[in-house]
């Protein structure tokens, strides 16, 4: 018996994802929970599993392939007895499936592209090839892309121009010497989210400095018995992140969004941590940030990294922030000035710890400074409430006793 092997539900608003790569082959036999094929969507990259044991029949869409929630991914011949007749299992329906085509051909409304699959449906509108013209092999009517290609070759060359053109236009001088990698769907979204903050919020990013002496001090006292009694390293996100939040509380504009005509104030505080992975940028989102301790911060953030990483994040993990953190410094920046992450209304950058001169007390002094820019939409926060703001978490930083009393 064949089983449907379904995309599943990837989440609200998410409708659509890319077969970013198939785990199994037709022949191959798996086990109950095997995965099978890697989904990319906007937001991440999940695995599907197998729901029986058995044979892979066939696969039905190919690799870089648009689905659709609830589309057919592959077939499975369920049962101890259909893993050891990959084979057969094509060709039996054949002798009966073989009528389809005729009475196909026959018909004038061609191939039936809408039910057929992504692949084919994608070049068959590029390549301009009617449906009428195609002569489909699938079952009910559908083609494949072989049909389609099988289709174009037999077009006469005059209805070439139906076709749509190829893109770029014009030749490349050292085209030669370049490879071309078609964008995943994550970086297109990160592209199209990031140029929309540009095209939307009226962005500005206003700067400060803060010393990091006190953090650092602690933190090296600290750090040893922190890890034995929580089991998380003492890292500086965590005093950021209690920064930013007094901050938020104090200038709530800082933590709110545009709607329309409204502007919701939110009383929640989901802090999104910015972290790269191996498929892009990622903003897992930290969830009641303000009710949780020092330990549950590192805690909470470690275990987002390590999901990022492996590519195990969900859809819950990535949306609903409030307000985003930026370490570029990690990578070595010194100064930036980061994105807006839509519909948030402010993006904090941290930077490069460097040793700086600074007057201290009359004096000259070596101290550990690091460079802070807000980001934010001016529509909804004015320069003042952005400037505060970072003086808010400059004084948490700089003096850390205020974040652990909460002043």
């Given amino acids: 018996m064949a089983v449907e092997i379904k995309v599943p539900a990837l989440g609200e608003s998410v409708t ?114 009617p449906a009428a013209a195609i002569q489909p092999t699938g079952k009910d009517g559908r083609a494949t892309k072989e049909d389609v290609l099988a289709a174009l070759s037999s077009i ?43 095209n939307t919020a009226a962005m500005l990013t206003t700067f400060n400095e803060v010393d990091m002496t006190a953090v650092m001090s602690l933190r090296e006292r600290l750090k040893d018995d922190f890890e034995k009694k929580h089991g998380a390293r003492l890292g ?62 590192e805690k909470g953030i470690g275990d987002l990294g390590r999901k990022a990483r492996d590519g195990k994040l969900s859809i819950a993990d990535l949306t609903g922030g409030t307000f985003t953190i930026s370490n570029g410094g990690v990578y070595g920046s010194l100064m930036s000035t980061p994105i807006l992450n839509p519909p948030q209304s402010a993006i904090l950058g941290m930077h490069k710890i460097q040793q700086r001169p600074m007057v201290v007390g009359g004096e000259i002094k070596a101290r550990p400074m690091m460079y802070l820019a807000l980001s934010y939409d001016h529509r909804i926060i004015d320069g003042r409430e952005a400037v505060l703001f970072l003086v808010k978490v400059k004084e948490g930083i700089e003096d850390p006793e205020r974040l652990l009393l909460g002043v």
């Fill in 156 to 198: 006469p060359s005059a209805a070439a121009p139906a076709a749509k053109p190829a893109a770029p236009a014009g030749p490349r001088l050292k085209a030669d010497r370049e490879e071309r990698v078609k964008m995943t769907r994550l970086r297109r979204t990160i592209a199209s989210r990031l140029k929309e903050a540009q």
């Fill in 16 to 129: 659509e994802a890319t077969v970013a790569k198939w785990l199994v082959k037709a022949g191959d036999k798996v086990a109950v929970d095997q995965p099978l094929c890697e989904l990319e969507t906007d937001k991440v990259t999940v695995e599907v599993n197998a729901s029986v044991a058995g044979t892979i029949a066939d696969l039905a869409v190919e690799e870089g392939a648009s689905v659709q929630v609830g589309g057919v991914l592959c077939h499975i011949e369920a049962g101890a007895g259909a893993a050891s007749a990959p084979a057969p299992a094509p060709a039996a329906p054949k002798p009966t499936a073989a009528p389809a085509p005729a009475p196909a051909a026959a018909a004038p409304a061609g191939a039936n592209l809408a039910a057929s699959g992504p692949a084919a449906r994608k070049l068959a509108d590029e390549k301009g090839v």
């Fill in 236 to 297: 500086f996100m965590s005093f950021f992140v209690k920064a930013c939040i007094a901050g938020l509380k104090e200038l709530p504009a800082v933590n709110a969004e545009i709607e329309g005509e409204e502007i919701v104030y939110k009383n929640y505080y989901d802090t999104g941590v910015a972290v790269g992975s191996p498929q892009g940028l990622v903003v897992p989102v930290l969830r009641d940030a303000d009710v949780l301790d020092f330990a549950g911060i």
